[in-house]
């Protein structure tokens, strides 16, 4: 059981490139989520999925978008990279109320 | 104001030390409440789930909530140098999708 699997782990772009940061889950949950994670900032929410076919903002969406492609995949796309967005970038999932599953991370930096 | 507030720490133990850790926030609808640990370059891993008030037990691992002062509590007995990482408190509400987490506070326990 992978549970959830993010690729790539590592990323280095320069400003203005694009990338797209791939999730997938093989435990049929409903819920998926992208947080981004800086020091001193903890867990921000970037992007969630309540379900398949929808998709909301977090706290910090400016300069993501994301697509739900079907239940077990929720993709992050990055369409023009800045400095700003050097992060560790999780993606997490959940059945219904309850804790996350969280992916192993992905270390992107924007020189 | 963050809506978590989390000591960053780093907090320092020697093995054995039964350790502290605490989170407050401010809004009063949270009624689900999460510990998670991270180790250094890993995904978070959930530790401690509990709904409203009260206490929960789990091995060494003891988690308090008082929803009257919005202050939540993770207890370690007998700590051990494998419980050195970063640990994360997490809640949310009924209708909320999604978790606010705190920053994270450190942990070192020296051997």
Not at chain 1, 9 to 14: C, D, S
Not at chain 1, 40 to 49: A, E, Q, T, V
Not at chain 1, 86 to 105: Q, W
Not at chain 2, 8 to 34: D, K
Request: proline fraction near 5%; aromatic fraction near 12%; hydrophobic fraction near 30%.
């Amino acid at each position: 059981n992978a549970g959830v699997t993010q690729t790539p782990k590592f990323q280095v772009l320069k400003t203005g490139q694009s990338m797209t940061l791939q999730c997938a889950q093989d435990m049929n949950h409903n819920s998926m989520y992208w947080y981004r994670q800086d020091p001193g900032m903890g867990l921000r929410l970037i992007y969630y999925s309540a379900s398949e076919g929808t998709t909301d903002k977090g706290e910090v969406p400016n300069g993501y978008n994301v697509s739900r492609l079907n239940k077990r995949e929720f993709s992050l796309r990055l369409e023009s990279a800045a400095p700003s967005q050097t992060s560790v970038y999780f993606c997490a999932s959940r059945l219904d109320i309850g804790g996350y599953t969280f992916g192993s991370g992905t270390r992107l930096t924007v020189v | 104001q963050k809506e978590v507030e989390q000591d960053p720490g780093p907090l320092s133990v020697p093995e054995g030390a039964i350790v502290s850790l605490n989170c407050t926030y401010s809004n009063s609808a949270f009624q689900y409440f999460m510990w998670y640990r991270q180790y250094s370059r890993k995904g978070p891993e959930l530790l401690m789930y509990t709904y409203s008030s009260g206490n929960k037990e789990d091995g060494r691992f003891t988690a308090q909530v008082d929803k009257s002062s919005k202050y939540i509590s993770l207890f370690i007995r007998d700590s051990q140098p494998s419980d050195s990482a970063t640990y994360l408190c997490a809640m949310s509400d009924m209708g909320r999708r999604a978790l606010t987490f705190g920053s994270g506070t450190r942990l070192q326990v020296q051997p």
